[in-house]
């Protein structure tokens, strides 16, 4: 029988679980996070690896043999967080319920152990696997010993065998430890060579294979610098080398015998979940341990050549397979189905031409389980198929769930929830000009998997939604919603091509101007597009000051030209001929581009993108056009409405970030504020700077309304003072005034960080979730990007959860009222309709009040709206 031993190092992988998931704990306050996480680990290896025998090892104290050595050893280590403290005992005891061995030596590391019992296990012929955070390890790796590095979080792991250290250093195992001699380990607190870095510190190995052949040959080492921290350093990069040589020889009072695993003892380990909370692990606990990671790999499906009646019951799951991400215009090559009946693979052009599929397919009393409604419904109307009958969308579902995932494709979902070895598209089928169908065998099975995955997911991920109170977002919100949006991107949004090239010969023609005033500026002509050429006029030529320099020579970037504007006339053309040139290229070449046989741009609208739940759009991206620059906001003039006497109706919410704000912290002052139906930032600056209404300047209420809104994005006095063109100082008393007047937000703003910190995500009004395991991080600028993110996201995500509702609720009005008006787009916080003229009246009478009402709040919504022959006149 094979012989395999793995070897965790228990504080390495405990500190990995406890920064990477939020802080967690149960009902009894107990913080759990570290034990979860190590938990999951511990799961994974269990299930993957199989071992014959196991040990976690510990360090027993702060003090080792190694400070015998070097008495600053780990010197710079931060003490160990309270919260993962008081965790230890509790993995331990984990491990007791799971019938594994734990092991600390006095004077010894856990690597010391971990090195000590993998070389008796090398002896004994066993097979060794090491499981830990700290790359020191990998000097332990050979042909009997793999070691796995932990990489992003604690399950994606990196495997470090001799070969791969060659493949990935160049250097053996043992050449580990002269590479940490010489470079050093900061979170070691090693000093190595002061200045030699990894990249030289390999360089040398590849020359001397060790720090000592290298300390004997410093003459040879090219570098005068270099040759002089060597000979200075010597002592210490042996001396670094010995701290960083993990001991073998460890005087074990264990035996391998002793470590030997059967099985847990699944009563123990089921109290235990109980107590910590942990539901999905409780519901896993019969044969949590032994059984074998979750596989669609064998399948088995049906072929179908003829379309019959069994393909089609009351409840289906039903995948259409379409070969690239713009679905408005790429093949379907594939349909899986599977209900009761079966599994079925069904050839595109066969469903197509049935009358059967055609009724199924149509029919709202058969349910369909999808992956991307909307996806689905766009693609089959290109052949007047209209989809009806969806039940559940698994991308939908596993977007709320966690937003922070990127599911950009069916595998990344299946692997979310536990299938781990479902392919991606882009290895069947290849990736851009290299993407071509397989043979129809192995593409059928690739469709047929997904139908299964998801039948499989669907009750999964409802019970999950329901677990989080997150049945009525899914149902009653973001499912209908993802009808709307398919009408829309269906219907599309038809262009004036003539338009958009007349306004493409004027741009040209500017930047015609532009570029011969720039050079006549410049006394010369050169590529304005180049930085390096621009770098030499600008800094050398006509001598600006340099504000920031990169690798490759001086910064022009647009933060150092708006820096530079006042200083010369060159660099407010240069800037305006940037900024006209990415209109011509982005823009109005890249709409032309994209414009469909129909004369429209059928954008595609991403639902499950965006961390906050906002919509966003490509192909074209329609909520990007530049509106700060005339000519940008000129290029809505090219959007018009695809009927004879119909205009553009376009609805914008007004202020409703801050709306939302005053709605959530309940502060007394915003909300009178709004209800008073007041000017909000001319009410902050009287607030802030104590004046009455007519005496606040221009300034003060752009100061004010840069406050208001730095406030929502959780603004710090840097961002503010950047934004304001004054001192961190001056933007620091800033915020500090208006929290004084409004301090019902600053109570908002430090629990809803708080709440981050506890539950490990943020919720919208209507429960949308973002997780936020940065807000726990030792990193002051992570931690700090955290904090401001838990601040922002509710009220953000509010935001986009009432102007979704509103498009539900617009859409049904619409219908009742049986009117004609169609909504085409959404623009952050406007909806774009068109409509018969005659329609109008009714329009600013409905639109206004639905929009009003999608969500009652503590303070009025505000909706304004304007209309005309094309977008740009409905502003």
Same mark, same amino acid.
């Given at each position: 029988?094979?012989?395999?031993?793995?070897?965790?190092?228990?504080?390495?992988?405990?500190?990995?679980?406890?920064?990477?998931?939020?802080?967690?704990?149960?009902?009894?306050?107990?913080?759990?996070?570290?034990? $979860?996480?190590?938990?999951?680990?511990?799961?994974?290896?269990?299930?993957?690896?199989?071992?014959?025998?196991?040990?976690?090892?510990?360090? *027993?104290?702060?003090?080792?043999?190694?400070?015998?050595?070097?008495?600053?050893?780990?010197?710079?280590?931060?003490? &160990?967080?309270?919260?993962?403290?008081?965790?230890?005992?509790?993995?331990?005891?984990?491990?007791? *319920?799971?019938?594994?061995?734990?092991?600390?030596?006095?004077?010894?590391?856990?690597?010391?152990?971990?090195?000590?019992?993998?070389?008796?296990?090398?002896?004994?012929?066993?097979?060794?696997?090491?499981?830990?955070?700290?790359?020191?390890?990998?000097?332990?790796?050979?042909?009997?010993? &793999?070691?796995?590095?932990?990489?992003?979080?604690?399950?994606?792991?990196?495997?470090?065998?001799?070969?791969?250290?060659?493949?990935?250093?160049?250097? #053996?195992?043992? +050449?580990?430890?002269?590479?940490?001699?010489?470079?050093?380990?900061?979170?070691?607190?090693?000093?190595?060579?002061?200045?030699?870095?990894?990249?030289?510190?390999?360089?040398?190995?590849?020359?001397?294979? #060790?720090?000592?052949?290298?300390?004997?040959?410093?003459?040879?080492?090219?570098?005068?610098?270099?040759?002089?921290?060597?000979?200075?350093?010597?002592?210490?990069?042996?001396?670094?080398?010995?701290?960083?040589?993990?001991?073998?020889?460890?005087? /074990?009072?264990?035996?391998?015998?002793?470590?030997?695993?059967?099985?847990?003892?699944?009563?123990?380990?089921?109290?235990?979940?109980?107590?910590?909370?942990?539901?999905?692990?409780?519901?896993?606990?019969?044969?949590?341990?032994?059984?074998?990671?979750?596989?669609?790999?064998?399948?088995?499906?049906?072929?179908?050549?003829?379309? #019959?009646?069994?393909?089609?019951?009351?409840?289906?799951?039903?995948?259409?397979?379409?070969?690239?991400?713009?679905?408005?215009?790429?093949?379907?090559?594939?349909?899986?189905?599977?209900?009761?009946?079966?599994?079925?693979?069904?050839?595109?052009?066969?469903?197509?031409?049935?009358?059967?599929?055609?009724?199924?397919?149509?029919?709202?009393?058969?349910?369909?389980?999808?992956?991307?409604?909307?996806?689905?419904?766009?693609?089959?109307?290109?052949?007047?198929?209209?989809?009806?009958?969806?039940?559940?969308?698994?991308?939908?579902?596993? $977007?709320?769930?966690?937003?922070?995932?990127?599911?950009?494709?069916?595998?990344?979902?299946?692997?979310?929830?536990? $299938?781990?070895?479902?392919?991606?598209?882009?290895?069947?089928?290849?990736?851009?000009?290299?993407?071509?169908?397989?043979?129809?065998?192995?593409?059928?099975?690739?469709?047929?998997?997904?139908?299964?995955?998801?039948?499989?997911?669907?009750?999964?991920?409802?019970?999950?939604?329901?677990?989080?109170?997150?049945?009525?977002?899914?149902?009653?919100?973001?499912?209908? /919603? =993802?009808?709307?949006?398919?009408?829309?991107?269906?219907?599309?949004?038809?262009?004036?091509?003539?338009?958009?090239?007349?306004?493409?010969?004027?741009? #040209?023609?500017?930047?015609?101007?532009?570029?011969?005033?720039?050079?006549?500026?410049?006394?010369?002509?050169?590529?304005?597009?180049?930085?390096? +050429?621009?770098?030499?006029?600008?800094?050398?030529?006509?001598?600006?000051?340099?504000?920031?320099?990169?690798?490759?020579?001086?910064?022009?970037?647009?933060?150092?030209?708006?820096?530079?504007?006042?200083?010369?006339?060159?660099?407010?053309?240069? /800037?305006?001929?940037?900024?006209?040139?990415?209109?011509? =290229?982005?823009?109005?070449?890249?709409?032309?581009?994209?414009?469909?046989?129909?004369?429209?741009?059928?954008?595609?609208?991403?639902?499950?993108?965006?961390?906050?739940?906002?919509?966003?759009?490509?192909?074209?991206?329609?909520?990007?056009?530049?509106?700060?620059?005339?000519?940008?906001?000129?290029?809505? +003039?090219?959007?018009?409405?695809?009927?004879?006497?119909?205009?553009?109706?376009?609805?914008?919410?007004?202020?409703?970030?801050?709306?939302?704000?005053?709605?959530?912290?309940?502060?007394?002052?915003?909300?009178?504020?709004? +209800?008073?139906?007041?000017?909000?930032?001319?009410?902050?600056?009287?607030?802030?700077?104590?004046?009455? *209404?007519?005496?606040?300047?221009?300034?003060?209420?752009?100061?004010?309304?840069?406050?208001?809104?730095?406030?929502?994005?959780?603004?710090?006095?840097?961002?503010?003072?950047?934004?304001?063109?004054?001192?961190?100082?001056?933007?620091?008393?800033?915020?500090?005034?208006?929290?004084?007047?409004?301090?019902?937000?600053?109570?908002?703003?430090?629990?809803?960080?708080?709440?981050?910190?506890?539950?490990?995500? @943020?919720?919208?009004?209507?429960?949308?979730?973002?997780?936020?395991?940065?807000?726990?991080?030792?990193?002051?600028?992570?931690?700090?990007?955290?904090?401001?993110?838990?601040?922002?996201?509710?009220?953000?995500?509010?935001?986009?959860?009432?102007?979704?509702?509103?498009?539900?609720?617009?859409?049904?009005?619409?219908?009742?009222?049986?009117?004609?008006?169609?909504?085409?787009?959404? @623009?952050?916080?406007?909806?774009?309709?068109?409509?018969?003229?005659?329609?109008?009246?009714?329009?600013?009478?409905?639109?206004?009040?639905?929009?009003?009402?999608?969500?009652?709040?503590?303070?009025?919504?505000?909706?304004?709206?304007? $209309?005309?022959? &094309?977008?740009?006149? *409905?502003?």
């Amino acid at each position: 029988m094979l012989k395999k031993i793995v070897l965790i190092d228990g504080n390495s992988i405990a500190y990995r679980a406890f920064f990477a998931l939020p802080l967690l704990n149960n009902d009894k306050g107990i913080h759990t996070n570290a034990v $979860y996480g190590f938990t999951t680990m511990l799961t994974k290896i269990l299930e993957e690896e199989k071992p014959t025998h196991i040990l976690v090892a510990f360090d *027993a104290g702060k003090t080792t043999f190694r400070h015998q050595t070097f008495q600053e050893y780990k010197g710079t280590r931060q003490k &160990t967080p309270p919260e993962l403290s008081e965790q230890f005992p509790i993995i331990r005891e984990l491990l007791t *319920a799971f019938g594994i061995k734990f092991y600390e030596l006095e004077n010894y590391e856990a690597d010391d152990i971990i090195g000590t019992f993998s070389k008796i296990a090398e002896e004994e012929d066993f097979t060794v696997k090491i499981i830990s955070g700290d790359k020191d390890m990998t000097q332990l790796s050979s042909p009997k010993t &793999t070691v796995m590095i932990t990489r992003k979080g604690i399950t994606d792991m990196e495997e470090y065998t001799p070969e791969h250290l060659q493949d990935k250093y160049g250097l #053996t195992p043992e +050449q580990i430890i002269d590479m940490k001699g010489l470079m050093g380990d900061t979170s070691d607190n090693i000093p190595g060579v002061p200045g030699v870095g990894e990249k030289t510190a390999i360089k040398l190995l590849k020359q001397f294979p #060790t720090v000592e052949e290298l300390l004997d040959h410093i003459d040879e080492v090219s570098g005068k610098k270099l040759k002089e921290k060597l000979e200075e350093f010597k002592e210490q990069a042996l001396m670094s080398k010995k701290l960083a040589t993990i001991y073998r020889e460890a005087p /074990l009072t264990l035996s391998i015998q002793d470590t030997a695993y059967t099985n847990p003892d699944t009563n123990k380990l089921s109290a235990l979940y109980q107590e910590l909370g942990f539901k999905s692990l409780l519901e896993k606990i019969d044969g949590a341990v032994s059984e074998s990671p979750k596989v669609l790999d064998d399948i088995t499906f049906t072929f179908a050549e003829e379309i #019959t009646e069994e393909l089609f019951t009351d409840d289906s799951s039903l995948y259409i397979e379409i070969l690239d991400d713009n679905y408005h215009t790429a093949d379907v090559i594939g349909i899986s189905i599977k209900n009761e009946n079966g599994l079925f693979y069904v050839r595109t052009e066969q469903a197509l031409q049935s009358t059967l599929f055609k009724n199924w397919i149509e029919d709202e009393t058969k349910r369909k389980y999808v992956y991307d409604a909307k996806r689905s419904i766009v693609a089959l109307r290109r052949f007047d198929l209209d989809l009806k009958g969806i039940d559940f969308d698994l991308l939908l579902a596993s $977007y709320i769930l966690n937003p922070s995932d990127n599911v950009d494709d069916f595998a990344s979902v299946a692997n979310k929830h536990g $299938y781990n070895n479902v392919q991606k598209d882009e290895v069947v089928y290849g990736k851009g000009a290299k993407r071509k169908l397989p043979e129809e065998h192995v593409y059928a099975k690739h469709i047929a998997r997904k139908a299964q995955g998801i039948e499989e997911l669907v009750e999964h991920c409802r019970k999950a939604l329901s677990e989080n109170e997150q049945l009525d977002l899914f149902h009653k919100l973001e499912m209908p /919603l =993802s009808l709307i949006l398919a009408n829309m991107e269906s219907i599309g949004v038809k262009v004036d091509i003539e338009r958009l090239k007349e306004m493409g010969e004027d741009i #040209t023609n500017q930047l015609h101007a532009i570029e011969e005033s720039i050079y006549q500026h410049a006394g010369e002509t050169f590529n304005i597009n180049s930085p390096k +050429q621009l770098g030499v006029i600008l800094f050398e030529k006509l001598g600006l000051p340099v504000i920031k320099k990169t690798k490759t020579g001086y910064s022009t970037s647009a933060d150092v030209l708006e820096k530079l504007e006042p200083a010369h006339e060159i660099v407010k053309e240069i /800037l305006h001929y940037r900024q006209l040139g990415k209109l011509q =290229s982005t823009y109005i070449e890249g709409l032309l581009k994209v414009v469909h046989d129909d004369q429209k741009v059928h954008t595609r609208f991403n639902q499950a993108l965006t961390q906050t739940g906002r919509l966003s759009s490509t192909d074209p991206n329609l909520q990007n056009i530049p509106i700060r620059l005339e000519e940008g906001r000129k290029i809505r +003039q090219a959007f018009i409405p695809s009927e004879k006497d119909w205009v553009i109706f376009s609805a914008d919410y007004s202020q409703v970030e801050l709306r939302v704000l005053a709605h959530i912290s309940g502060d007394d002052k915003l909300i009178s504020a709004f +209800q008073e139906d007041m000017d909000i930032h001319t009410k902050t600056a009287m607030d802030v700077f104590h004046v009455k *209404a007519e005496e606040v300047t221009a300034n003060m209420r752009r100061q004010a309304k840069a406050v208001n809104f730095g406030i929502v994005y959780g603004i710090s006095d840097y961002g503010l003072s950047q934004n304001l063109n004054i001192t961190r100082k001056e933007a620091g008393q800033f915020i500090e005034r208006y929290f004084d007047s409004y301090p019902r937000v600053k109570q908002y703003m430090e629990e809803i960080v708080q709440e981050a910190k506890q539950k490990g995500y @943020v919720s919208t009004l209507l429960k949308r979730r973002r997780y936020i395991p940065e807000i726990t991080s030792r990193n002051f600028n992570i931690r700090s990007f955290a904090e401001r993110t838990a601040m922002n996201t509710p009220i953000q995500g509010s935001a986009a959860d009432i102007i979704k509702k509103a498009m539900i609720d617009m859409a049904e009005r619409l219908q009742q009222e049986k009117l004609q008006a169609r909504l085409l787009l959404q @623009v952050h916080d406007e909806l774009i309709f068109e409509a018969p003229k005659d329609e109008i009246e009714i329009l600013k009478q409905i639109v206004p009040d639905v929009m009003e009402h999608a969500l009652e709040l503590a303070v009025p919504l505000k909706v304004d709206y304007a $209309y005309g022959p &094309t977008w740009f006149d *409905a502003k």
